[in-house]
Protein backbone atom coordinates (compact mmCIF):
# COMPACT_ATOMS: atom_id res chain seq x y z
CA UNK A 1 0.00 0.00 0.00
CA UNK A 2 1.35 3.91 -0.50
CA UNK A 3 1.97 5.63 2.09
CA UNK A 4 1.61 9.58 1.80
CA UNK A 5 5.41 9.90 1.89
CA UNK A 6 5.40 7.34 -0.95
CA UNK A 7 3.33 9.37 -3.02
CA UNK A 8 5.13 12.29 -2.21
CA UNK A 9 8.09 10.60 -3.22
CA UNK A 10 6.50 10.13 -6.76
CA UNK A 11 5.51 13.49 -6.88
CA UNK A 12 9.21 14.77 -6.78
CA UNK A 13 11.01 12.11 -8.81
CA UNK A 14 8.18 13.19 -11.80
CA UNK A 15 9.11 16.65 -11.10
CA UNK A 16 12.55 16.65 -11.30
CA UNK A 17 12.57 14.26 -14.43
CA UNK A 18 9.42 16.95 -15.94
CA UNK A 19 11.87 19.69 -15.15
CA UNK A 20 15.23 17.73 -16.88
CA UNK A 21 13.13 16.86 -19.65
CA UNK A 22 12.48 20.80 -19.79
CA UNK A 23 15.64 21.81 -20.02
CA UNK A 24 16.89 18.97 -22.68
CA UNK A 25 14.26 19.95 -24.63
CA UNK A 26 15.19 23.95 -24.33
CA UNK A 27 19.07 23.31 -25.33
CA UNK A 28 17.76 20.96 -27.96
CA UNK A 29 15.93 23.51 -29.82
CA UNK A 30 18.85 26.12 -29.35
CA UNK A 31 21.00 23.35 -30.90
CA UNK A 32 18.93 23.11 -33.82
CA UNK A 33 18.60 26.45 -33.94
CA UNK A 34 22.38 27.01 -34.92
CA UNK A 35 22.04 24.25 -37.18
CA UNK A 36 19.49 25.86 -38.92
CA UNK A 37 21.50 28.87 -39.47
CA UNK A 38 24.53 26.92 -40.19
CA UNK A 39 22.49 25.11 -43.13
CA UNK A 40 21.16 28.43 -44.14
CA UNK A 41 24.44 29.64 -44.71
CA UNK A 42 25.77 26.78 -46.49
CA UNK A 43 22.67 26.66 -49.07
CA UNK A 44 22.90 30.57 -49.32
CA UNK A 45 26.62 29.45 -50.76
CA UNK A 46 25.59 26.75 -52.61
CA UNK A 47 23.24 29.16 -54.61
CA UNK A 48 26.57 31.20 -55.17
CA UNK A 49 28.14 28.14 -56.53
CA UNK A 50 25.74 27.21 -58.80
CA UNK A 51 25.37 30.93 -60.48
CA UNK A 52 29.13 30.46 -60.87
CA UNK A 53 28.84 27.02 -62.30
CA UNK A 54 27.05 28.30 -64.73
CA UNK A 55 29.24 30.76 -65.89
CA UNK A 56 32.51 28.55 -66.33
CA UNK A 57 33.25 25.68 -68.76
CA UNK A 58 35.80 22.94 -69.07
CA UNK A 59 37.48 21.54 -66.19
CA UNK A 60 36.60 24.40 -63.91
CA UNK A 61 32.96 24.13 -64.52
CA UNK A 62 33.40 20.23 -63.63
CA UNK A 63 35.07 20.86 -60.35
CA UNK A 64 32.56 23.96 -59.21
CA UNK A 65 29.85 21.17 -60.50
CA UNK A 66 31.59 18.66 -58.01
CA UNK A 67 31.83 20.62 -54.82
CA UNK A 68 28.29 22.05 -55.11
CA UNK A 69 27.45 18.46 -55.75
CA UNK A 70 29.13 17.77 -52.34
CA UNK A 71 27.81 20.92 -50.61
CA UNK A 72 24.08 19.70 -52.01
CA UNK A 73 24.42 16.25 -49.98
CA UNK A 74 25.90 17.96 -46.92
CA UNK A 75 23.29 20.29 -46.59
CA UNK A 76 20.56 17.10 -47.14
CA UNK A 77 22.32 15.13 -44.52
CA UNK A 78 21.95 17.96 -41.97
CA UNK A 79 18.64 18.87 -42.79
CA UNK A 80 18.15 15.07 -42.34
CA UNK A 81 19.54 14.86 -39.11
CA UNK A 82 17.37 18.08 -37.84
CA UNK A 83 14.32 16.03 -39.19
CA UNK A 84 15.14 13.43 -37.29
CA UNK A 85 15.74 15.82 -33.70
CA UNK A 86 12.14 17.12 -34.50
Known amino acids: MMTREDLKALLDTLATQRDELIVRAHLARLE ?34 AAARLMGEEIARGYERLRKTL
Open 32 to 65: AQDDWRQLEQQLEHLHAKAAQAAEVTGDTGRDVL
